[in-house]
Each structure stands twice: as C-alpha cells, then as structure tokens.
C-alpha cells in the first residue's frame, strides 16, 4: 500500500483522483491550523465523485460545527469549525487581543479555563459523521501557503491620501494565485489625473506600511 498525503491546503478533488492514480495507492487529507498544533483530523479520501471531507478527528482532539451563538448546528446546516483539545496552543504570543478573538471559551468543557479556537473555516457534516469544508467566515486568503488578511492590505491602501476606498481579493493570474486590488481615486487627487503611476505609487505605500513575509 502507497500512502500520499495532503495537508496545509483545501485538496481539490481533481488533484485528490490525480494522487490516487495507480495500483494500491491511499490519499490521505489531513486538516488542521498552526494554532492546534497542526493536525486535528485526517483520513483517507472517498473515490471520486465524494466530496473532499476532512476526516477523523485525531485522539485528544474535539472539532465542532457552530454557529454565531456557539451552538452545535445539525448535519448539513453550515456552521464555523472550532477546535479543542490537548494541541490547542495558548494564544499569540505578545498579542492579547488577536488571543481573545480566536481563543474563545469552551462551552462544553467542564475544564476552568478550556478553550476552543475559532477557526474561520466553514463546515457542513455529512451523513458519514465527518466535515466537508465549505470557505471561510472571514476575508482570509490563502496563498502559497501563507494566511493573508485582505482587511488589513485595505487599511493600509485607504490610509494613502489619495485613496477613497478599496477592495483587495485572492484571484489567478496567468494560472497562479495572487492578490488583486482595486481602488478608487480621491477626486481631483494626484491619482486621478492622466498618466498617474497608480502601481508604483500605491506600491511605496505598502511596501513602506506592511510588515514584510
């Protein structure tokens, strides 16, 4: 038996049946954040056309599907994923109040202290007891592995003096993934006149603002 195994990223069905090609070969998803100490579920993937379910959950791990309330939601009505357990991480270090936004108490733990971590990602469970991601609760993005807040890029873009408003998304360029923005000029701003380098400016701005990777 060949085991390949797929983790970090939503697995696509179509790479998931190009992975499982060949005699006695297993896929495997695994899911799981670096919060939760990186894997909370796992297992092998059902045949084409199945969707692509995250699997079991791992021993000392707890994921559930919950809603704005933090109330279980019953099979097939999406709700956020959070997670608890032993591989639940503490918090973000020297950053208290990105902790206490994703570190949320754990209603179901009779624990003091328990937590959950909220994870941002959307699920729905299947008959088979197991969850099929379904997006994010959130604007986050994911690219070439990096976890990137596209609310935060805005910030630093509307802060220019010539910005009025602005809008980044994750989209494919020449069949890679990429950041996209898109702005709108102040009017009579230097951005709005004829000729006006908009890339080289507004890359000044971020490159000066943003935190490099």
Not at 72 to 92: D, N
Not at 131 to 139: M, N, V, Y
Not at 168 to 192: C, E
């Amino acid at each position: 038996m060949k085991l390949r195994i797929t983790a970090g990223e939503p697995l696509p069905r179509d790479l998931a049946d190009a992975m499982g090609t060949g005699t006695g070969v297993r896929v495997w998803n695994l899911y799981g954040p670096t919060e939760t100490t990186i894997y909370s579920g796992g297992d092998a993937v059902a045949p084409s056309p199945a969707p692509i379910e995250i699997g079991s959950v791992i021993a000392g791990t707890q994921l559930y599907l919950l809603d704005a309330g933090l109330r279980a939601v019953p099979p097939g009505v999406p709700g956020e994923v959070y997670i608890g357990g032993a591989g639940l991480a503490h918090g973000y270090h020297g950053a208290p109040g990105m902790t206490a936004g994703r570190f949320v108490p754990d209603p179901f733990s009779g624990k003091p202290g328990a937590r959950l971590y909220r994870t941002g990602d959307v699920g729905r469970w299947r008959e088979s007891g197991r969850i099929e991601l379904a997006g994010r609760a959130d604007r986050q993005v994911k690219i070439r592995g990096y976890r990137i807040e596209c609310g935060e890029i805005e910030f630093v873009l509307r802060a220019h003096r010539d910005v009025h408003q602005a809008a980044v998304v994750a989209a494919t360029r020449a069949g890679d993934p990429a950041l996209v923005a898109y702005v709108v000029p102040r009017p009579g701003s230097a951005l709005a006149q004829p000729g006006a380098d908009l890339l080289e400016e507004l890359g000044r701005t971020c490159a000066s603002r943003c935190p490099s990777t």
